[in-house]
């Protein structure tokens, strides 16, 4: 199944799960069981199965044919070539294509002057009256392609300008573009292009990164800071007749190595192999000399032959556009569609429903828990009740009395169960005081002067490295005191249950280690940046702002994500306190309600008692009900094989007839 058919298919099972999710929440709520913690754990499972996202990132060297690729893959249902890729440098500046419904279709490009001024590229996603906006009609293919040009356009500046943003390296000349005879200088007209359309495969929450070459790379720090290694899958385009080149060594060591979390999202693409056929060598010979290029370009990039593919993504684009079944499979796109969809889709939905799965197990947990009270609640009433049958006026009122003073003295102790559920709260407050965005800004505060400093900064990879450590030694010492608060609540809840008959039960804590290893990614990422090779940049004075802002930003959103989880499960705990006290409160209301009507008339005990048993049929019928609607949405799995549509990826909105399938 190609790529495009697994991210259909995964759009389908989001939708689904989505609705699905949104019937267990009505039917919570309509069952009085949806308490605040309960509601916001269905609102971030919603939230983050809808706005679910899989950034597939394109990167290369200049001419490596990155947007041809991407034509082939995504957008050969227009019947042309939509990403300009003609011979030579077209994608100057990192290109984002993704869909936002609350913006109309357009492209925005923000100006490359913006790298003069010290706001990250984050800041400047928060000011779209900064960039400049191109409508975009998605029904008009050519149309379409000539505005997609403009991510093409250069400037020719001054060495002093180059210099200043970021594409002139005095101490690097190799690195430097070339100057013209007129001694200008070119350099891309935009920083950064966000491109907006309602294409299938966009709609449902594929982001597609293409990048420029690795002048522009290294001059953006939070392309690899922030973007590239967020990416889901990273494609990395190699030429098939030249190999793996100096260049794209660097591009490969500097800024994919250094900021992976394994071999298992990236894949190597050896492209253009239509350039090693030859009408004198037979197809095996051909073929040969393809598995020997992949073998050393494995081997040079230190990776399983089977993560480089060979493709001929220009050929693949004109068989699928003129439905050449023979030049297709002779392209082997196919197979590194397949390759995407079984290993990017593959990881990305085992993740998510890993994810899935301990949301619906709290939710369960929450809401299962609230209807054990007021079943054993109902039990102990019931008996309450069937005690009275046969007895006298005086047993009924003595029954009314001793209900009465239970109330009252449950009143009374409810100022020991508030002062037992506040006993943590010291404990607490330091660890949101280690996690909190002053105490990181403190953190950072040695680093961020470290980079300021004028002159070569020889001190500075110690620096960083040492931040690093304390940063993990919040996180550490923060699980350390979850731990504490865990073992205070554990002794509180088992006193409160023993004095109350309550059921409560601590939540485990969260677990700080995939935070750890969220910093040891980060860290890894821009190490390339404080080492020697790079000593002449970090005297820039503009470079180490946007290199500081960049990891800044990736290392605060680690830090507030972490908090919220911790804010979350304290409210949890507490929240069971609440839910059982409140039940309790009722039961004393429903129990001397039902002496009152006793009391009235002889025949309200048998009443009562038939109602009684009612209520714990529906109690049992409603926890079968959220046995049921767990574990549908725990089931749901995305469709596996033939695709239930058409491959409707390539395919743009406007087009009535589906792309033939491959």
Not at 15 to 33: H, I
Not at 225 to 244: E, K, M, N
Not at 406 to 433: C, P
């Amino acid at each position: 199944m190609s790529f495009n058919e697994q991210f259909d298919q995964h759009g389908i099972w989001r939708q689904e799960f989505a609705s699905r999710l949104k019937q267990l929440g009505q039917w919570m709520k309509a069952n009085d069981v949806l308490n605040t913690v309960v509601e916001e754990r269905l609102q971030r499972l919603e939230s983050q199965v809808r706005a679910d996202k899989v950034m597939v990132a394109f990167v290369a060297e200049f001419s490596r044919g990155k947007s041809e690729l991407i034509n082939a893959i995504f957008f050969s249902g227009y019947g042309r070539r939509i990403m300009p890729a003609s011979a030579g440098r077209t994608t100057m500046c990192p290109t984002e294509l993704g869909y936002d419904a609350d913006i109309p279709p357009c492209l925005r490009l923000l100006p490359i002057e913006t790298r003069l001024q010290p706001q990250a590229l984050m800041e400047w996603r928060m000011a779209p009256e900064k960039w400049q906006q191109i409508g975009l009609d998605v029904d008009d293919s050519a149309q379409l392609a000539q505005a997609l040009q403009k991510v093409s356009e250069v400037r020719h500046v001054t060495q002093d300008e180059a210099r200043a943003l970021g594409f002139w390296h005095d101490n690097n000349p190799e690195d430097n573009p070339p100057t013209g005879p007129d001694g200008l200088i070119e350099v891309p007209r935009w920083r950064h292009a966000l491109i907006n359309i309602a294409h299938p495969l966009l709609k449902q929450g594929l982001v597609i990164l293409d990048t420029p070459g690795l002048n522009a790379i290294g001059a953006e720090p939070e392309l690899t800071v922030s973007l590239i290694p967020q990416a889901h899958a990273v494609v990395f385009i190699l030429a098939a007749d030249t190999g793996v080149t100096k260049s794209d060594l660097s591009i490969w060591r500097e800024h994919l190595v250094a900021g992976s979390d394994g071999d298992d999202n990236r894949l190597v693409v050896l492209n253009k192999i239509d350039t090693l056929w030859d009408a004198l060598s037979t197809p095996e010979q051909v073929q040969a000399q393809i598995d020997r290029q992949r073998l050393t370009s494995a081997d040079i990039l230190g990776l399983p032959v089977s993560h480089v593919l060979p493709v001929s993504a220009q050929k693949g684009l004109v068989a699928k556009v003129t439905g050449d079944a023979a030049l297709l499979q002779a392209s082997q796109l196919p197979a590194l569609e397949l390759a995407l969809g079984q290993g990017v889709m593959g990881q990305r939905q085992k993740i998510l429903q890993t994810a899935v799965a301990a949301g619906i197990g709290a939710l369960k947990s929450e809401a299962g828990r609230v209807l054990r009270v007021r079943r054993r609640d109902q039990v102990e009433q019931l008996l309450e009740l069937r005690g009275l049958k046969g007895k006298n006026v005086s047993v009924i009122k003595l029954m009314r009395t001793r209900v009465e003073q239970e109330q009252t003295d449950f009143s009374t102790g409810n100022v020991k169960i508030h002062a037992a559920r506040s006993v943590h709260l010291t404990v607490l407050d330091e660890v949101v005081t280690l996690l909190s965005m002053p105490a990181l800004k403190a953190e950072l505060i040695g680093l961020m002067t470290a980079l300021k400093q004028p002159g070569i900064k020889l001190r500075v990879k110690k620096i960083y490295g040492d931040t690093f450590s304390r940063l993990r030694e919040s996180l550490q010492k923060a699980q350390e005191l979850m731990g504490t608060i865990q073992s205070m609540l554990d002794t509180s809840f088992r006193h409160i249950n023993a004095s109350y008959g309550f059921s409560l039960q601590v939540p485990k804590a969260p677990e700080m280690s995939r935070y750890l290893q969220d910093l040891e990614l980060i860290e890894r990422s821009h190490l390339q940046y404080f080492g020697l090779g790079n000593v002449f940049r970090l005297v820039q004075t503009e470079f180490v702002e946007r290199l500081g802002r960049a990891l800044s930003s990736r290392v605060r959103m680690v830090f507030e994500t972490a908090l919220s989880e911790v804010q979350l499960w304290n409210k949890s705990a507490l929240a069971q306190l609440d839910t059982q006290l409140r039940e309790r409160r009722r039961n004393f209301e429903r129990r001397l309600e039902a002496i009152e009507r006793i009391q009235q008339a002889a025949s309200g005990l048998d009443a009562r008692i038939s109602e009684m048993n009612d209520q714990e049929n529906q109690l049992k019928e409603m926890e079968a009900k959220l046995e049921e609607l767990t574990a549908d949405l725990l089931e749901l799995r995305p469709l596996h094989g033939a695709a239930q549509s058409s491959p409707v990826a390539s395919v743009p909105v406007a087009v009535a007839e589906p792309e033939k399938a491959v």
